[in-house]
């Protein structure tokens, strides 16, 4: 899908946030400066292709998985399983800050280059728009991993992560506030709004940003900042232009397929290969399942002895960063906190029907019937912890919402995540910390 284009030796380049004075850490190995729209879209491909599997790292942290203690993997991922984040073991996998920071010089190219070089066109426009909604894609990403979640009441005064948008080997890489970064990222996204022109993406190149891939970023940006009405409005121009849902009564499929009729933005791996042979599905998430009636479970996962494992995720087929079950759910959310319950009753019933049995279906239609506004949304946020098991959701919304008490056992030690626990912001990789002391 993300074939990478023979121009990109733009600075062929390891990439990293440096000192005080250096954005990038650069060992050039040749230079072909990009000057058509050929060339600067090898730049961009290259950005999607750079993009990093991080929210494999963060189901690791979660209430969803176990790690198998006789794995030899396990080394790599204890650490974060444990929360460990202070002084990990040399080994432990760092969470990709650096990588993020690779995809976002790759569209600071284009932003910046591209605009000047390359004749107006809707091609043009629509290869601006994607560098600048990938790049607020990484932002985001970036600000929820590496910053407190938005509040605000807080934000403006929260830190959160450098901010670079030029190619300036000299500038200051500070940290900025959560809220410099959200603002960053909805001037690009509006930015991206202006330029897209192309409603979907086509199977195979559906890891590009398009219309409607944009219109979910922005509903899930605004959901995360409680702009309720801006996240409804968006997820409603989204499901305008593609409302498919996967009937799984009909067509037991899982519905993270690139190729899939619920596909929006096909970009990333929610579980990578290697932690889906070294992970089981915990009792915290199997147990959010009525088995009988959900037709997710089976679906989802497979039985291991008296354990499951995760059909989702560990191939390229199933890279999926937006699709539309995300759209309703945020949509019934964001229409509850409206005060629109009967709207969002009517908006869950419509994703549900999807999901269960017919009988389980009518069971539910009589409960949501009779639910008040607390009980729905619980339901809406359990729905969301079912309906993304380890696609890389339940970290941010566990975050964004209620920050439980999660305990990990490893060797017959328990290890506890506090409720509301520092440790839901993961501290700046080692590495970064070492090479910016602004950090």
Request: net charge negative; glycine share 4%.
């Amino acid at each position: 899908m993300k074939k990478i284009s023979k121009y990109i030796v733009l600075f062929a380049a390891a990439i990293a946030v440096s000192s005080c004075d250096d954005y990038l850490d650069i060992t050039p190995v040749g230079k072909v400066i990009p000057e058509t729209l050929d060339q600067f879209r090898a730049v961009l491909t290259t950005g999607y292709a750079t993009y990093p599997e991080h929210k494999s790292l963060t189901a690791v942290r979660t209430d969803e998985l176990i790690l198998d203690e006789f794995n030899d993997n396990l080394i790599n991922y204890k650490d974060i399983y444990i929360w460990k984040d202070a002084n990990p073991d040399k080994i432990t996998t760092s969470f990709h800050y650096q990588d993020l920071y690779s995809v976002i010089f790759y569209t600071n190219v284009v932003i910046n280059e591209a605009s000047k070089k390359v004749a107006v066109s809707e091609e043009r426009n629509q290869l601006i728009g994607e560098a600048y909604a990938l790049r607020a894609m990484a932002y985001f990403d970036l600000v929820n991993l590496f910053g407190k979640p938005y509040n605000a009441a807080t934000a403006g005064t929260d830190k959160a992560v450098p901010l670079a948008l030029e190619i300036d080997l000299e500038q200051a890489f500070i940290p900025q506030s959560v809220e410099t970064i959200y603002n960053q990222i909805i001037s690009d996204t509006n930015e991206a709004e202006k330029l897209l022109n192309v409603n979907t993406q086509t199977k195979g190149i559906n890891y590009r940003f398009s219309k409607v891939a944009l219109y979910s970023l922005e509903s899930r940006v605004y959901l995360y900042q409680k702009q309720w009405q801006k996240s409804l409005e968006a997820a409603n121009k989204a499901l305008t232009i593609k409302n498919n849902l996967i009937d799984l009564n009909a067509t037991p499929v899982l519905a993270t397929k690139y190729d899939g009729a619920e596909s929006i933005l096909a970009l990333e791996d929610g579980l990578i290969n290697l932690l889906k042979g070294l992970s089981y599905a915990s009792t915290d998430l199997t147990s959010a399942y009525n088995q009988q009636t959900d037709l997710r479970f089976s679906t989802y996962f497979s039985a291991s002895g008296t354990r499951f494992r995760f059909k989702k995720g560990g191939e390229d087929a199933q890279k999926s960063s937006f699709r539309t079950s995300e759209l309703y759910l945020t949509k019934a959310e964001t229409q509850v906190q409206l005060n629109n319950i009967a709207d969002a009753k009517s908006t869950v019933l419509a994703f549900v029907k999807n999901r269960y049995t017919p009988t389980g279906y009518v069971d539910l239609e009589i409960a949501i019937n009779a639910m008040n506004a607390a009980d729905l949304t619980n339901f809406i946020l359990e729905e969301r912890h079912r309906e993304f098991a380890v696609e890389g959701h339940r970290w941010f919304d566990l975050r964004r919402t209620s920050q439980k008490q999660i305990v990990h056992t490893i060797g017959g030690d328990d290890y506890t995540l506090i409720q509301n626990d520092p440790r839901y912001t993961i501290i700046y990789p080692a590495n970064a910390r070492l090479n910016n002391p602004n950090l």
